[in-house]
């Protein structure tokens, strides 16, 4: 092994505040700020990083996805990062049909590489796109497909472990490479057999405290089974083979909802039969939850939900297998049919379905649970902690009737899912744990809930570990002889306690260091945004991150800096654990005159595609905002914030003075101008410069001449009867009206061929985008109580009002009720917002539609705020009805992100998001296709991208939907 030396690799620890806020918690309500962060390559650069700590007194934690809900992924040492660097698949043995890894591969990824082979990964956690095999290893993790594979435990064939003192041992089926340790373990093991074969191994589940059933004989003396669920306290796994499983030839699933979340859970262990796979159960209350998050119709697809005959309270979700389709179909209704007629475990309603992408959107409910119930449906927080607890399946349905009342009795409440086929139950508890009031009926419950478990023969942790969350309640389930057996197996691997202390052996007490814990809001202010679903109050905002990672997944469209940096503090979750740090104080004690807060949000693109792939909403560009607004607050700005921020309104002086425009665009193509220009303005010289419309759109709108052209190609005359539609606003935002005035004009004349008469309100008109963007929110109030007060007219909660920008319409409908709240226009405003693809959608089944075929394909930009919204779907259905058959960029935002990509600094950044996808496809497109970007930041990154004379690149341009409909209109 190569080595690295302590000099190096302490001048690439991060000690740095951001970095250190970033890390002080994982998935669970638990605070520890450590002392450095190494993101190591190598297992050199881990020893040495163990040399450091050892030489510093520090304790060792390592870290894989940070996804654990237990607190065993944090510490007040040194964290050792695997999954940003140590993450390569070393070999996959089709034969073996093993997988040879490093332990920052995530769980996924492993899934992919397998695939090919006809092989997959057994263990799948909901956090499967980000979770980390080795983390998914230290803390035993399972998931849904358990019945059939097992858990993490089951799936180890051998491990290579780093030591606290540096030195590697391999643990496999047999004893370990270290003959002193195997003399250890096995006088651990004979003076305790009649223990470990009647306390521990009583169920597939039990996976509280150390696995020592696997140091018996029957089971083989398998030492890496018996490491596994250690927690990182053992030993710092460097390389992992790990047992790979078929693929099933065909799946299909079946949803049976129950009466009861009981009823469900008494049915599960009914379930436990060859060729189903999974039993995953979900109370009633989840939909509720599910609506708030995601929208009215969200869930609808589940059998038995609102509005059904007969509502649900509970269901399962029993995938099932076979050699061929009808194979697992025929299972899956034979599930079905019995239940639909059992005695005592009768189902209200079933669906199956086979197609994968309808199965995807069934699982996405049940995966997003570990987020979503972090919300109850009034809104109010609930926590982890209590979060896995599991019995032998026949118990559960008992269990859950006592966890209710336990519940009851301490006035808490939560909503229950899990593996209830196995017996396993998560469930998010509404402590309030920023009171001492709330941390005593904490404490309370979790010991009482311990003693509950127990008493129907279960475990206190069904999968991810004990960790600071339920160590402490280890007496509970065991005797002391057991726990005296962990403290032994723990001495033989780490005699020092430097490898995660306070977790399994002497933990710490369970109300040590809970994050949202009084003194939290120290240093919180009154925000500008109503933050009505948050109580008015930021740091509740800040507090939906329950950290889930669904940022740091390649999944989505989330978090698209994370997705190039791989680095914790540009994921969402990062910048909310430094805004909450920064909240708290400590950390910060400058509160939002911090840099590194503001350096720590500088990459947030503010694309707002965690406000909707977030399963908890976490809205990082609000947030961003109004640290920036309150960041500058009495001191100088960023120049950039005053030349884009202000760019609406110097656009519009601009246009006023007849001819300057023209002026402007003449002096900006002499490149040193341009150049010259855009240093003074405080933005990137590498980047092109704007141009603007001759005219703006709504001085263009006003002459004889345009009304003339409006007219559809064919017809006689201006006055060629028609039947009127009706009115609708067509907005003149700044990008449409004075950036680009030729949208704008074809989305008039769009809308005129459909029958509307078209009003272009006069005046200044803005959403306030660019100073919401840039934090400048008094003004952005000012600019919005403006804009309502001039279109006052026309807002009576019925005219339609076009906005063809998408992020100006996602700032009428979403920001400027919050900015406005107690003003009644915004909100009726917000519900007359509609854009041009949804009102052209209304009319493809109208005789008269007036476009001619287009069957051509078409790639779709889907701006990131229309995406994070929902409201490509006119779109969709728009181009449909043309012929065009269409493909849309899956990675979300261009890169460009309005006046973010033209900021210092941010140049390659924005250029690498665009190379993510958007311009590789663009390159492969063949000559007919076009492609598709309403936004106006879209269509000018992908300008800048193709400028650089790329084949296709002068027909590759992007197009407003507005463009290609007027395209439409002259070939009927």
């Not at 780093?162 to 004893?175: C, H, I």
């Not at 206190?460 to 004990?466: A, I, P, R």
Request: hydrophobic share 40%; aromatic share 6%; glycine share 10%.
């Amino acid at each position: 092994m190569t080595t690295a030396s302590n000099e190096d690799i302490r001048a690439r620890l991060r000690t740095d505040r951001a970095a250190l806020g970033a890390y002080v918690s994982d998935a669970s309500i638990f605070r520890r700020v450590p002392r450095a962060v190494l993101e190591p390559r190598t297992r050199a650069e881990i020893r040495a990083g163990v040399r450091i700590a050892q030489e510093e007194g520090w304790p060792i934690t390592v870290r894989g996805g940070g996804t654990s809900v237990a607190g065993n992924g944090i510490g007040e040492g040194l964290i050792i990062d695997t999954s940003r660097h140590f993450n390569r698949i070393l070999e996959i043995d089709p034969e073996a049909r093993t997988a040879r890894i490093e332990p920052g591969v995530v769980c996924d990824a492993l899934r992919e590489a397998a695939a090919p082979h006809g092989l997959t990964y057994g263990p799948d956690p909901s956090t499967h796109s980000r979770c980390t095999v080795g983390g998914m290893i230290a803390n035993n993790a399972c998931g849904s497909h358990s019945l059939a594979w097992g858990t993490a435990a089951d799936n180890v064939v051998e491990l290579t472990v780093m030591r606290a003192d540096g030195e590697l041992v391999t643990l496999k089926r047999g004893g370990t490479s270290d003959p002193e340790l195997d003399r250890a373990l096995l006088r651990l093991r004979d003076e305790n057999l009649a223990l470990l074969r009647t306390t521990l191994g009583r169920f597939p589940r039990q996976v509280s405290g150390y696995g020592l059933h696997h140091l018996l004989p029957e089971n083989g003396f398998d030492t890496a089974k018996a490491f596994a669920g250690s927690e990182g306290t053992l030993g710092i796994i460097v390389e992992a083979v790990v047992q790979l499983v078929p693929v099933p030839e065909a799946t299909a699933l079946a949803v049976l909802a129950f009466p009861t979340v009981f009823d469900a859970a008494a049915a599960a262990p009914l379930t436990r039969r060859n060729g189903v796979v999974t039993s995953e159960g979900m109370g009633g209350d989840l939909l509720d939850v599910l609506r708030i998050s995601q929208g009215r119709d969200a869930g609808d697809i589940l059998p038995g939900g609102v509005g059904d005959p007969r509502p649900a309270g509970g269901w399962l979700y029993c995938e099932t297998t076979g050699e061929t389709a009808e194979d697992a179909r025929m299972r899956a209704e034979e599930l079905v049919a019995e239940f639909d007629s059992h005695p005592q475990h009768r189902t209200v309603d079933a669906v199956i379905v086979s197609d994968p992408v309808e199965m995807r959107k069934l699982w996405r409910i049940r995966e997003s649970a570990a987020g979503l119930v972090t919300r109850l449906p009034d809104g109010g927080e609930a926590w982890p902690n209590w979060e896995d607890s599991a019995v032998p399946p026949e118990q559960l349905a008992d269990y859950l009737r006592d966890l209710y009342a336990l519940l009851d009795e301490h006035g808490l409440r939560g909503i229950p899912f899990g593996h209830f086929g196995e017996g396993c139950v998560h469930i998010r508890i509404s402590f309030e744990l920023g009171t001492e009031d709330g941390l005593d009926v904490f404490r309370a419950f979790m010991s009482d809930a311990a003693a509950t478990v127990a008493a129907h023969g279960g475990s206190l942790s069904g999968e991810h570990g004990d960790g600071r969350a339920r160590s402490a309640l280890l007496p509970h389930m065991y005797p002391p002889e057991a726990l005296a057996a962990f403290a032994a197996f723990k001495t033989a691997f780490d005699p020092d306690c430097a490898l995660n202390p306070g977790v399994l052996v002497d933990p710490d007490a369970v109300d040590v260091g809970i994050r949202p814990a009084p003194g939290q809001r120290s240093k919180e202010f009154v925000p500008v945004h109503a933050l009505s679903r948050d109580r008015g109050s930021l740091v509740n905002a800040v507090n939906r991150c329950v950290g889930v990672g669904a940022c740091r997944s390649d999944e989505g469209a989330m978090c698209p800096s994370f997705q190039i940096t791989r680095d914790e503090v540009h994921s969402t979750r990062g910048r909310a654990r430094i805004l909450s740090e920064m909240f708290r104080g400590d950390l910060h004690p400058e509160g939002t005159g911090s840099e590194d807060v503001k350096d720590a949000l500088d990459l947030c693109l503010s694309c707002r595609a965690c406000a909707s792939e977030c399963p908890v909403n976490v809205d990082m560009a609000t947030y961003k905002s109004e640290f920036l607004h309150q960041h500058y607050a009495g001191r100088r700005r960023p120049m950039a914030h005053y030349s884009m921020g202000w760019l609406p309104l110097t656009s519009r002086v601009l246009h006023l003075i007849p001819g300057a425009a023209r002026a402007v665009n003449a002096l900006l193509s002499i490149r040193p101008v341009e150049k010259a220009v855009m240093r003074l303005g405080g933005v990137d010289a590498s980047r092109s410069m704007i141009r603007f419309s001759p005219r703006s759109f709504q001085s263009l709108s006003k002459s004889r001449r345009f009304r003339a052209e409006q007219q559809p190609t064919g017809s006689t005359s201006t006055s060629e009867q028609r039947v009127s539609r009706g009115t609708v606003v067509l907005w003149p935002d700044s990008f449409t009206n004075h950036l680009d005035a030729n949208v704008a004009a074809d989305a008039h004349a769009v809308l005129t061929a459909l029958g509307y008469d078209v009003i272009v309100p006069r005046g200044f008109l803005c959403c306030g985008l660019t100073w919401h963007s840039t934090g400048q929110l008094a003004r952005t109030q000012q600019v919005l109580a403006r804009t309502l007060k001039s279109l006052d007219a026309w807002i009576d909660g019925r005219t339609p009002v076009v906005v063809l920008e998408p992020s100006c319409a996602s700032m009428l409908t979403e920001e400027a009720p919050e900015l406005l709240a107690a003003d009644p226009r915004s909100h009726r405003l917000a519900a007359q917002v509609v854009t041009l693809g949804d009102v052209v959608a209304r009319h493809v089944d109208d005789a008269d539609w007036p476009f001619g075929e287009l069957p051509i394909p078409a790639l779709s930009q889907v701006h990131c705020h229309e995406r994070s919204r929902r409201g490509h779907g006119g779109t969709g259905t728009t181009l449909a009805r043309l012929g065009v058959a269409e493909s849309q960029i899956e990675t979300g935002c261009c890169g460009l992100a309005g006046n973010w990509g033209f900021e210092p600094g941010h140049a390659d950044l924005s250029r690498s998001l665009a190379e993510r996808e958007l311009l590789p496809r663009i390159r492969e497109l063949d000559g007919e296709a076009v492609v598709l970007a309403d936004g106006y930041s879209c269509r000018t990154q992908i300008r800048e991208g193709l400028a650089d004379g790329a084949r296709g690149a002068d027909q590759k341009q992007g197009l407003h939907l507005a463009q290609l409909l007027r395209r439409a209109l002259g070939t009927r």
